[in-house]
């Protein structure tokens, strides 16, 4: 399973490269949180949680550093804020309309 | 311990909820979440009506489908019953129905009480 924090205006720009790919299933929520910068100062304001999207999709284990490169490549602006990406592992994964346990 | 992660039809929640309830498994959190599997979000999934005909058959037209997230931790031997009942809940047979993950947990910890592992979470 892998979990991407991203900004909200890069998401349609991954979703578009991710589905180029052949990527094409995927769940986004919106999220809100804060990095190691502790937020960020924008003159005499403070902002201490910045909302931001997180993009959840689950693939076969030799597909994850592909899609890694494709979602850290089309999210990547260079600054404070492009987020993180995750990677945990799956024990099963089971498709509700065939009662069967593949993708 | 196990995490199953469920992405279901937001309208079949509350009968899923109840099934859970039944089954001993009162407890759940529930993320509202959009989302797209293979078929790339096709236009008759969703609930009501769409005038357009040819709108109907493309592939993609829509971009995301609103669905819920539901997710449980449970001990490892009830991991295998919960999926079973949400997948009889769920199952309409018709694309869109959803995905069920089970994902290992290796800590979990009752704040009120500092209970840890197993205990925590029954």
Redesign the interface.
């Known amino acids: 399973?892998i979990r991407a924090i991203i900004r909200p205006e890069m998401v349609e720009k991954v979703?578009d490269s991710l589905?180029e790919a052949g990527y094409?299933?995927?769940?986004?929520?919106e999220v809100i949180g804060r990095g190691k910068q502790k937020g960020i100062q924008l003159e005499n304001i403070y902002y201490d949680e910045i909302p931001k999207t997180m993009l959840?999709l689950?693939a076969e284990d030799d597909q994850t550093s592909q899609i890694i490169e494709i979602v850290s490549e089309s999210s990547h602006t260079g600054n404070f804020g492009d987020g993180k990406i995750f990677v945990?592992?799956?024990?099963?994964?089971?498709?509700?309309?065939t009662?069967t346990s593949n993708? | 311990m196990?995490e199953i992660m469920?992405?279901?039809r937001p309208k079949m929640v509350s009968k899923t909820k109840e099934v859970l309830d039944s089954l001993g498994f009162p407890a759940m959190n529930a993320?509202?979440?959009?989302?797209?599997?293979?078929q790339?979000a096709i236009l008759n999934e969703v609930s009501f009506e769409i005038n357009e005909p040819d709108l109907l058959k493309v592939e993609g037209s829509m971009?995301?489908i609103p669905?819920r997230?539901i997710s449980l931790v449970v001990p490892d031997e009830d991991a295998s019953l919960v999926?079973e009942a949400?997948?009889k809940v769920?199952?309409?047979?018709?694309?869109?129905?959803?995905?069920?993950?089970?994902?290992?947990i290796d800590q979990a910890l009752r704040i009120r009480t500092m209970e840890k592992g197993d205990k925590a979470i029954s």
């Open positions: 399973m979703v589905d094409v299933a995927l769940t986004k929520m959840m689950v945990s592992s799956v024990d099963e994964a089971y498709t509700v309309r009662r993708l | 196990k469920a992405i279901i993320v509202r979440v959009m989302g797209r599997g293979k790339k971009r995301y669905k997230m999926v949400i997948i769920n199952n309409t047979g018709q694309i869109g129905d959803g995905k069920v993950f089970v994902c290992p």
